[in-house]
């Protein structure tokens, strides 16, 4: 079959190498760096815990399909309002999990005042996403188109894809292109949650003193974050800023300036062992109405995928995508969205 994968970041990489593997004739077009929007950056959380049962299991799914070397053993760990919730999903999965009280030894995180109960995920860790694009881009390169698509269409039972090359046609055609998914998909009738927000993640040393390794962590509720070790030395912080703050209208500037005074105090407050001082920082584009979840909608040859943190899943969707792009078959939505 003659295949295109529309977008290049970690789910056109992931689908594009499976289709590689299986013998299909498949051409990934990307309009810039192949990982460079929300795929970007050296790092990200993986975990098994999830507040849904069927995300649990894929991730398990996931997990055994990553190339050797991409997930650290550091575990995650998952605290705040909701994680009985988490809990009880990662039960129902029949996923391996603790939980700690206040205080336990077993934490390793940076801070020491954390409310329980908590959620420990053994399973969970680091992705190393700089040794996952290598690996992509190392088989995929030759599959690499650098354009960007203007339009899709339907051409009878096919896909006309225009791009600055001119129209070209394909069997069939999987949308993928992160911040620009819901734009491309309208023209062919598949509506998608359209918002974007403004999101940015910050650097800070790690202080010598602190416990390592230190495992991930997420906060739920309130200010939620999401923190992890990143380049040498470094912890990671992402939190859930005053969406009238991070607002696509208020623009990228005024947003990063107020995650990093949010996030900054958040490390002076709360983070002991790691100092208040930011040291890199990466941003993307956020859709405030999706959380975890995976969504799949098809119109005829063309199938789209939309979600959020979909990097704990890509090789696993990469398999999914592409076995669903070959029989024509839509797979079943995940999450908080599945029906
Ligand atoms: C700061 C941050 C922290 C995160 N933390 C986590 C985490 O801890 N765990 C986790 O699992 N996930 C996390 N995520 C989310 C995860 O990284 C993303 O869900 C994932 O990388 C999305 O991959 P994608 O391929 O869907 O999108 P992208 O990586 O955005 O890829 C889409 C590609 O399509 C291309 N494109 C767009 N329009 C066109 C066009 N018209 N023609 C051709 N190409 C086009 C873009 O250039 C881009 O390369 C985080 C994301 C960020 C940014």
Redesign the pocket.
């Known amino acids: 079959m003659k295949i295109a994968v ?8 992931s689908t594009t190498v499976e289709l590689i593997r299986l013998g299909h004739d498949v051409t990934c ?13 050296d790092t ?4 098994l815990a999830h507040a849904y049962p069927d995300m649990v299991e894929l991730a398990g799914r996931a997990r055994r399909l990553f190339p050797e070397g991409c997930v650290d053993g550091a575990g995650t760990v998952v605290s705040g309002d909701g994680v009985e919730s988490w809990a009880s999903a990662m039960a129902a999965a029949g996923a391996t999990h603790e939980i700690v009280a206040a205080g336990s030894r077993s934490l390793r995180l940076p801070a020491t005042d954390i409310a329980g109960p908590i959620l420990v995920d053994p399973a969970g860790g680091v ?1 190393r ?1 700089d040794r996952l694009r290598t690996h992509l881009i190392g088989i995929a390169h030759r599959h690499l188109r650098r ?4 339009l899709l269409e339907r051409a009878g039972d096919r896909v006309r894809i225009w ?1 600055p090359d001119g129209p070209e046609e394909f069997d069939t055609a999987l949308i ?6 819901s734009g ?1 998909a309208a023209g062919v009738g598949i509506m998608t949650p359209p918002a974007l927000e403004h ?3 910050f650097s800070f040393p790690i202080r010598p003193e602190a416990p390592r390794p230190l495992r ?1 962590w997420i906060t739920l509720g309130g200010f939620g974050t ?1 923190q ?1 070790s990143s380049a040498a030395g470094t912890w990671a912080v ?1 939190a859930d800023v005053d969406p009238v703050l991070v607002s696509w209208a208020g623009g990228r500037e005024a947003a990063e300036q107020a995650s990093r005074d949010a996030v900054t105090a958040y490390v002076a407050r709360e983070l002991p062992f790691v100092e208040p001082r930011v040291v890199g920082q ?3 584009t ?1 859709n405030p109405d999706l959380s975890d979840g995976l969504q799949f909608v098809r119109s005829g040859p063309i199938l789209t ?1 939309y ?8 090789p696993l969707l990469g398999a999914m995508l592409a076995e669903a792009l070959i029989d024509g078959s839509t797979p079943p939505d995940a999450g908080p969205g599945a029906r």
Not at 176 to 181: I, L, S, V
């Open positions: 529309v977008g290049g970041g970690v789910v056109g990489l077009l990307e309009a810039g760096e192949p990982m460079g929007e929300r795929s970007a950056g990200r959380i993986f975990r992705i996403v354009a960007r698509v203007d791009s993928c292109a992160g911040a620009e998914t491309l999101h940015v993640r991930c999401y992890h992402g990466l941003y993307c956020h995928i979600g959020e943190n979909f990097m704990k899943f890509a």
